[in-house]
C-alpha cells in the first residue's frame, strides 16, 4: 500500500506558475496530482495506456471559515488526507486487477483499517514499551523513545524498499517530484526536459514524518503521569493532536523555505527520501506529467471562469 499521508505535503506553489498550486501523491502503478478543486489519477494499466480519472473536490473547510483557523484546518486537512487516500489507492489498484479481482470500498476500508491499526502499533505503542524495557527516565525517556520511533520507520522503509512492489511505488514517487519540479521552473512538460530534474522535493510529506517525532518527544514530555497504560492511550488519542501541530509547522516552513535556518531543517526530510523515493523510468515520468497537465489544464480552466 502507498502512503496516503504523502498527500498531506502543502499544496505547492510553482515559482514559474505562481498563482497555481499543487501537491501529490504516488499510488499504485500511478501518480495522483491535486489542486485546490480537482484530484487527476493517473495509472499504467497492463496494456501500457494510461487511465485518467479527474475528481472535483471542496474542502468542508470552505464552507465554514471556522474551519480554516490555524490548528482546526490541521486536523480537517489530516481526515480529509486520509479519505481521499483511501479513494486514490483503490482506484489505483483496480485498475490493475481482473473485473472478479477488483476491492469494492468495504473491503478497501477495512484494509486500510487494518494498516492504520498496524501503523500505530508500531508507531506509536510498541516504540514506548521497548523504552519501557530501560532503566531511564525523564526527558531522556522520552528522546530515546522517539529516537526507536525513528529507527523502526527506518527499519521499515528499508524492507518494504526491498518488496517489488513497493520499489515501484516509491519510483512513481520519485517521478510525482520529478514532474513537480518540473513544473514548478516553468519548463515544457516534456519527458526529456522533466528527467532531469530531482527526485527529491523540500515540501514532500516525508518531512512530516521527522516532524511528528519531534512534536511527540515534546507533547508527551508534558503529559501527566498516570500510568502505564494511561500513557498507551496518550500515544492513540494525541495523534490528531500531533498531526495538526505538524500541520502547522509544515505550513510554516514552506513561508519561510527560503530562510537558511529553515533550509537547515529540512534537510533530514530530504535526507529520509533516499529511502521513500527510488529513480523514476521515462515511461512513470510520463504517467507524472500527463497528471500535472491535465491538473494544470483544470486549474486554468475555473480561473479563467
Do not use: W
Request: hydrophobic share 50%; charged share 20%; proline share 3%.
Amino acid at each position: 500500500m502507498a502512503f496516503p499521508i504523502e498527500n498531506m505535503k502543502l499544496v505547492a506553489k510553482g515559482e514559474g506558475q505562481s498563482s497555481l498550486a499543487f501537491g501529490g501523491q504516488a499510488v499504485i502503478e500511478g501518480v495522483m496530482i491535486r489542486s485546490k478543486r480537482h484530484v487527476v489519477i493517473c495509472v499504467r494499466q497492463p496494456d501500457d495506456e494510461i487511465l485518467t480519472k479527474v475528481e472535483e473536490i471542496k474542502s468542508i473547510s470552505e464552507r465554514h471559515k471556522v474551519l480554516r483557523l490555524p490548528f482546526l484546518r490541521g486536523i480537517i486537512a489530516l481526515f480529509e488526507t486520509l479519505y481521499l487516500g483511501v479513494k486514490v489507492l483503490q482506484f489505483s489498484a483496480n485498475a490493475n486487477l481482473e473485473e472478479e479481482e477488483k476491492l469494492n470500498t468495504k473491503e478497501m476500508v477495512l484494509t486500510f483499517a487494518v494498516a492504520l491499526a498496524l501503523a500505530i502499533f508500531l508507531f506509536s505503542i510498541l516504540p514506548f514499551i521497548l523504552t519501557n524495557f530501560l532503566n531511564i527516565s525523564g526527558m531522556v525517556f522520552y528522546v530515546v523513545e522517539g529516537v526507536i520511533r525513528l529507527a523502526i520507520l527506518l527499519l521499515y522503509l528499508t524492507s518494504v524498499s526491498l518488496i517489488g512492489e513497493f520499489t515501484r511505488i516509491f519510483q512513481y514517487h520519485g517521478a510525482e517530484h520529478t514532474a513537480i519540479n518540473a513544473y514548478e521552473a516553468g519548463v515544457e512538460l516534456s519527458v526529456s526536459n522533466a528527467k532531469g530534474f530531482s527526485r527529491f522535493h523540500p515540501r514532500c510529506g516525508t518531512s512530516f514524518i521527522l516532524i511528528i517525532a519531534l512534536i511527540s518527544i515534546l507533547l508527551f514530555s508534558i503529559m501527566p503521569d498516570l500510568g502505564f497504560f494511561m500513557k498507551i492511550a496518550y500515544r492513540i488519542l494525541l495523534i490528531p493532536v500531533i498531526g495538526t501541530l505538524s500541520y502547522e509547522i509544515l505550513k510554516l516552513s514552506d513561508k519561510y523555505k527560503k530562510s537558511k535556518i529553515m533550509q537547515i531543517l529540512v534537510a533530514p526530510g530530504l535526507g529520509l527520501q533516499y529511502l521513500t523515493t527510488r529513480k523514476p523510468d521515462e515511461e512513470m515520468v510520463e504517467v507524472a506529467l500527463e497528471a500535472v497537465k491535465k491538473v494544470k489544464r483544470l486549474a486554468e480552466s475555473a480561473r479563467a471562469r
